[in-house]
């Protein structure tokens, strides 16, 4: 209401913010406060502002006190009343309007969080693809008993972890060796059950 009014009381002087600033040797900032209702003058500047308009200190400030021609020194008590119940109410605003922005800018910042993991699982999930870093290497095993020759092989990743194997007559004689893990303990167990049985036993490729 008191910024309203001093807002229409100034325009209705043809004064800018800046004159009216300079004319109560105020900023212009300082009025454009009190036009926003981010502030309010004091009793004694709201006075000095009712005198430049011509208007008594009540029309300022929309009441009812009723002013002789010079403010009595009760007038002057009720305004500064009135003015600190104002500025009572610019206070709590301004609480409320710093809550409602942190609010707003925590909301933002977890959106934008938010946005930010949803877009990295995106690209994770679009880019992987299951054992593109995977390095395999098959051991070929050659066996030898009475002239006939047996082959197999094991196929494991750089982590030693069997991906395939087989040979022949594996399913009849080797079934035993898969539910090993490890590359290496299958093979130490293969060459030992091979010579075991009287096989040759050679790795013939790397």
């Known amino acids: 209401m008191l910024g309203e009014n001093i807002k229409i009381l100034r325009k209705q002087k ?27 003058p004091d009793a004694e500047m709201l006075n000095t502002i009712s005198e430049l ?6 029309t300022l400030l929309g009441s009812t006190i009723e002013e002789p021609e010079k403010t009595s ?9 009135q003015l600190a119940v104002l500025n009572e109410q610019l206070a709590k605003q301004s609480v409320r309007r710093k809550r409602t922005v942190r609010k707003v800018v925590t909301g933002i910042v977890i959106a934008i969080a938010a946005l ?10 679009f880019s992987y693809k299951p054992g593109k870093d995977l390095v395999l ?6 066996c030898i008993l009475d ?34 893990d490890k590359a290496d ?5 293969l060459e030992k059950y091979f010579i075991g049985q009287g096989y040759s036993f050679k790795i013939v490729e790397d």
């Open 14 to 40: 043809g004064l800018s913010q800046e004159t009216l600033a300079q004319q109560l040797n105020v900023v212009r900032q300082t009025v454009s406060k009190w036009e926003k209702g981010l502030s309010v």
């Open 53 to 58: 308009f011509e208007v008594p200190v009540s």
């Open 73 to 81: 020194d009760s007038a002057m008590e009720e305004i500064a009343k």
């Open 116 to 125: 930010i993991v949803l877009t990295a699982a995106a690209l994770f999930l």
């Open 137 to 142: 290497t098959t051991k070929n095993i050659e």
């Open 147 to 180: 002239g006939e020759v047996y082959h197999y092989y094991i196929t494991y990743d750089q982590k030693n972890r069997i991906h395939s194997y087989g040979g022949d007559n594996w399913s009849e004689n080797l079934d035993r060796f898969g539910n090993y």
């Open 185 to 189: 303990e299958m093979i130490d167990d």
